[in-house]
Structures are given as structure tokens and as C-alpha cells.
């Protein structure tokens, strides 16, 4: 099936750094969303992207919507504990009907204080 | 906030159970769906419903069954549980029109089978 691609597959940082993770595909995608999942929980809805090129904000969080619509970025600011998780980012396939989204590998970020 | 359900939170099952996972939702969200996730490990689509009396196999195949009998409700059926389907299960929700594509997720259930 369709694949994305996520990376870093894992990140060690220091609390206050600045945190870039990017899912890719070979496929183009209508939509990206971006989740983070907390050990014991179901995946939580960070930022939905939904047109090539887009910006989009959630507090420390950045998202974009690459111009190729096969990749898409994550950058968290400042990052503190609770940033701790998996990330994963989510694309929706143009098939008419579908609605359904294909979910890269995770992204585990954790942080020394 | 999403209000999606899901019971129990944790099931420890002999093989050869029958065991139903439960999924509710209270946002009147047409679309429902399952996911199987191994620990740390990306979802794996398996079941998903478009609404009441509409189910469709995803991209994982399962051995589970699902049943879409009212809006709310979107229950999964292992007729007889195996070791291979240690796992946890997510629920996930959509709406209609611009935002369907946003899934909200239930807490899931992680299932071991011994």
C-alpha cells in the first residue's frame, strides 16, 4: 500500500531546543494532519493541513503543506516536557470516496531536562 | 475536545474467546473507524464505516468483524481470540464537509491474548 516516509525515526533533545521532524511520499496527498500520542492513549489531532503551501500554527507548533503536496513538516519551538510523545503525521490519498489516511512511523521525541 | 469512547481500556482474554471491543461516540460523526496499532508502531487501518449499515475491510487485514447499527456505535467482534491478536485497537471518528478528513481518536484498547 501507500507508504510515508517519517523522520527522525527518534530525537534526543534538551529541554528548549527547537524540534523539526517531515514525513514524504512518492504519492500526492489532498491532506496532511499531524498527531501526538501519549504512551497508553489514542492518538490527539495537533494541525491539519489542507492545501499545498500552507502555513499553519498551534502555539509552538508550525506545520506545513509542502508545494509538491508529497511531503509535509513539523517544528515544535521551545520544546518542553510534555512535548514528550510520538508524532505522527497522516495524509489522505485523492480517491474519490475513500476518506481514509495512511500514517507514517511515528516520530518518539524525548527530552532531557 | 473529541468525545469518543472506548471499553474496556485493557482486556487480558484466554484463546478462544469471543470478545467485543466497544467504540461510541457522541459527535454524530457519520464515519467511524478501527485501527490496530503494535506498540510504538504506526496504525494499521482494518475497519472503517461511512455510516449506519455501511462497513468496509481497510488496508490490514483482520480477522475481526464490525457492525454499524446505530450512529453512535461501531463495536468490533473477535469470534476467537489468538496470541496474534495482542495488540491495541484504536477508535477514530470524522465528521462531514471541510474537516472530514480530521479523525479524532478514542483512548483504545489494548488487547492481550493468552
Known amino acids: 500500500g501507500q507508504q510515508l516516509n517519517q523522520s527522525p525515526q527518534s530525537m534526543f533533545i534538551q529541554e528548549g531546543e527547537d524540534v523539526s521532524m517531515n514525513c514524504t511520499s512518492s504519492s500526492i496527498f489532498n491532506t496532511w494532519l499531524w498527531y501526538k500520542q501519549d504512551p497508553g492513549e489514542g492518538p490527539v489531532l495537533l494541525i491539519a493541513l489542507y492545501k499545498a503551501g500552507e502555513l499553519t500554527s498551534n502555539g509552538r507548533l508550525t506545520a506545513q503543506f509542502g508545494i509538491t503536496r508529497k511531503d509535509s513538516f513539523l517544528n515544535i519551538s521551545a520544546s518542553i516536557p510534555s512535548d514528550v510523545g510520538i508524532y505522527f503525521c497522516?495524509?489522505?490519498?485523492?480517491?474519490?470516496?475513500?476518506?481514509?489516511?495512511?500514517f507514517g512511523q511515528g516520530t518518539r521525541l524525548t527530552i532531557n531536562p | 475536545e473529541a468525545d469518543i469512547y472506548q471499553t474496556p481500556r485493557y482486556l487480558v482474554i484466554g484463546t478462544g474467546k469471543k470478545i467485543t471491543l466497544e467504540c461510541s461516540q457522541t459527535m454524530g460523526h457519520d464515519k467511524m473507524y478501527w485501527y490496530q496499532q503494535d506498540p510504538g508502531m504506526e496504525l494499521h487501518l482494518i475497519h472503517y464505516s461511512y455510516g449506519v449499515n455501511s462497513t468496509e475491510k481497510g488496508d490490514l487485514s483482520s480477522e475481526s468483524t464490525v457492525s454499524r447499527i446505530r450512529t453512535e456505535h461501531f463495536p468490533l467482534t473477535l469470534e476467537s481470540a489468538r496470541p496474534s491478536h495482542t495488540s491495541q485497537y484504536l477508535c477514530a471518528s470524522s465528521g462531514s464537509g471541510g474537516a472530514s478528513y480530521e479523525q479524532y481518536f478514542g483512548p483504545g484498547t489494548r488487547l492481550t491474548v493468552t
Open positions: 497522516a495524509g489522505e490519498l485523492p480517491r474519490a470516496g475513500a476518506q481514509k489516511l495512511v
